[in-house]
């Protein structure tokens, strides 16, 4: 407020998230999908959660970003898409699991101080739309998942074997008449539509 007791037109009574208009001109921003923007905006809300004080340290999880509006499938893609033009640098990667052993994401906004180091604005070098369009895209392809390729191949034991069963008896009874005592197993005799043997 101004010594005359005026509020000045242009303060803000609220919390608020400072964008350099250089940023918003820059080729990098111009080319974000809506998902990167969102997820980009939820880090944001993140920091002025923390005061503003804890930029590198931002802990946003898989369920911040999905009830933000962010698409499940989507938010891996666009988190990549922000990093690689340069916009959030994930400073401490989670872990997915069981409630209890779950960890999130840990950020870090380019464009903001964190503590006492400036910010590095990773963004700025992009110099086209061009550049930065093959950027996003290439952020946004799916990640090819090394699981299968580590997995050790599975040994099976003779005892977990199932012995197939034999279509030819071991000790046919004499004068059973359900076996052929030609060259011809049952199976392959009725098949092949072979009348049954008279006695």
């Known amino acids: 407020m101004s010594r005359s007791g005026r509020r000045k ?11 350099p208009v250089r940023m918003l001109e ?8 809506l998902s990167a923007r969102r997820v980009l905006a939820r880090v944001e809300i993140e ?6 004080n804890d930029n590198g340290k931002l802990p946003v999880t898989f369920d911040d970003f999905v009830r933000y509006g962010v698409h499940r499938h989507a938010i891996g893609p666009a988190t990549r898409e922000c990093e690689t033009l ?34 590095t604005n990773e963004w700025a070098p992009i110099e086209s739309i061009e550049e930065a369009e093959e950027i996003a895209k290439k952020a946004r392809l799916p990640v090819k998942s090394t699981r299968r390729k580590n997995r050790k191949p599975v040994t099976v034991s003779a ?36 009348k049954q043997a008279q006695s």
């Open 9 to 19: 037109r242009n303060s803000i009574d609220e919390q608020f998230i400072a964008h």
């Open 26 to 33: 820059s080729p990098a921003y111009q080319v974000m999908s």
């Open 47 to 52: 920091h002025a959660h923390h005061g503003g």
């Open 86 to 119: 340069g916009f959030l640098e994930v400073t401490e990667r989670g872990y997915a699991g069981n409630a209890e052993f779950r960890t999130p994401n840990k950020f870090r906004l380019t464009y903001l101080f964190a503590g006492g180091a400036k910010p």
């Open 159 to 194: 005892r977990s074997q199932c012995r197939k069963p034999s279509l030819k008896p071991e000790n046919p009874s004499a004068g059973n008449h359900h076996y052929s005592h030609g060259t011809e197993s049952v199976t392959t005799f009725y098949i092949s539509g072979g």
